[in-house]
């Protein structure tokens, strides 16, 4: 599966941005989808996934103000992004794990095949 990622931009603290991750290859409806961001001189770490069933998970740092979504007719994830922080300034990624139903482990970066370029998104204070 190929993946392309975007939707990342400049935008100041307490606004939205909407990313996309849109995946070509083959479908990825009965694939586990996620997020993961990767802050500069930090790891990547876990933002949000989707399972394939619709069920969600997401970081605490991020409850409430991030939501994922899916649309598998367009083969695409959505994360839509409110009330940003200046600490959620990174590069994004998105991740799938092909054809898979991840349950505990889907915070893992190994229990993920795929993963698309990346984009950045950086929030001002």
């Known amino acids: 599966v190929q993946l392309q990622a975007f939707g990342g931009g400049l935008v100041q603290a307490g606004g939205s941005l909407r990313l996309s991750c849109a995946a070509s290859?083959?479908?990825?409806?009965?694939?586990?989808v996620a997020w993961f961001r990767q802050a500069a001189g930090k790891e990547r770490e876990f933002v949000a996934a989707?399972?394939?069933?619709?069920?969600?998970v997401s970081a605490d740092s991020v409850k409430g103000r991030f939501t994922i979504a899916r649309d598998n007719a367009k083969n695409t994830v959505y994360l839509q992004m409110n009330t940003l922080k200046p600490e959620d300034t990174a590069v994004f990624y998105c991740?799938?794990?092909?054809?898979?139903?991840?349950?505990?482990?889907?915070?893992?970066?190994?229990?993920?095949?795929?993963w698309g370029q990346g984009t950045q998104v950086t929030v001002s204070s």
């Open positions: 989707i399972r394939s069933d619709g069920t969600t």
């Open positions: 991740a799938v794990a092909g054809g898979r139903f991840i349950t505990s482990s889907v915070r893992r970066l190994s229990s993920y095949d795929d």
């Open positions: 290859g083959r479908p990825f409806s009965r694939s586990t």
